[in-house]
């Protein structure tokens, strides 16, 4: 789904294509999040140079049915961001539409995908760590949502089926909307049955559910979509700028600087948990830790009268 309008970086995609291989050769590491910023453009412009070698961009009429087909490789790694937070989680969830969502679920796993937030979406072709992906972007070039096939034996198979839905036109070129504006940014503010709390930091929260052994919700939204998974969290480790989760089948990314304030309340939809939200300087919700209000951690870090 391509753009018929567009505010777009003042480079070529040959242009753009010769600066970003300049920067690669100077850091091979560097994810295209980072090197988009670096650059002044979207991710979606980074993905697009590739077409149709390293990627292949895709028309996708009937989502919630590329979704379920995408299932048939296998568990897959589910990645959404925004700009303070990263949560990776697997999963070989079932999708169902709703009133303008698609939801995924499987046990301890939940995804929101708003059906009008991507408008492009490609395929990513590696040769390294996991070769077959597929990438969904905003009309800014922002990334909602990436999804990653476990299975590397399967990316023969997986390049078959890819083929059913292809869009006719792989330019490189990539058009978007105000492309220097990649913030991804998450949709919740705080209301008022939340109240601050001045004690609370994650890696706390975080270090006592470990040592507890209790399961935790961790949550994460950006503009368009949100991920849920729920799960004991066995490893946590500062690697500043990065606070982390680093189980096998969960990891969380929280840059500590972005993260600036917290807020807790009794959760609407789990009765039996306090939700615990991370909040950024501009106080938007980037982060939400579910606890169970009768747990150890939260008695630890609340006491017993917080909850």
Known sequence: MLLNKSVSSHRSAS??????????????????????KML??????LVALGCPEQALRLSIPDMTRFLNELTQFGPAMFLARNEAAVLEADALPVFADKVKLIEGRADGFYLALSVN????????????WLKRGIQFFNTTGTA??????????????????????????????????????TECR??????????????CSYSTLLNEAVASGEKVRLSLCNSGCCLETHAA???????????????????????????????????????????????DAAGMSVFRIGIARDGKAAKTVFGESAV
Request: glycine share 2%; charged share 25%.
């Open 233 to 279: 969290v066995k490893t946590v480790r500062a690697m500043p700028p990065w606070f982390n989760i680093l189980d096998e089948a969960i990891h969380v990314h929280l840059r500590e600087e972005l993260v600036t304030g917290a807020c807790v309340r009794a959760s609407a939809l789990h009765t039996d948990e306090l939700s615990v939200s991370f909040e």
């Open 117 to 128: 937030a991507w408008s492009s979406a490609f395929a990513v072709l590696s040769s390294a």
């Open 40 to 45: 002044g453009c979207s991710e979606a412009e």
């Open 186 to 199: 998450a949709r919740g503010v705080r209301d008022a049955a939340e109240e601050s709390v001045d004690k």
């Open 15 to 36: 242009e753009l294509a010769a600066a970003y291989a300049a920067l690669k050769s100077e850091n091979p590491r560097l994810y295209a999040f980072d090197a988009a």
């Open 144 to 181: 909602v949502l990436k999804i990653y096939i476990r299975d590397n034996a399967r990316a023969a198979d997986f390049d078959i089926w890819i083929r059913s839905w292809l869009s006719a036109e792989q330019t490189p070129e990539q058009p978007v909307w105000n492309s220097g504006n």
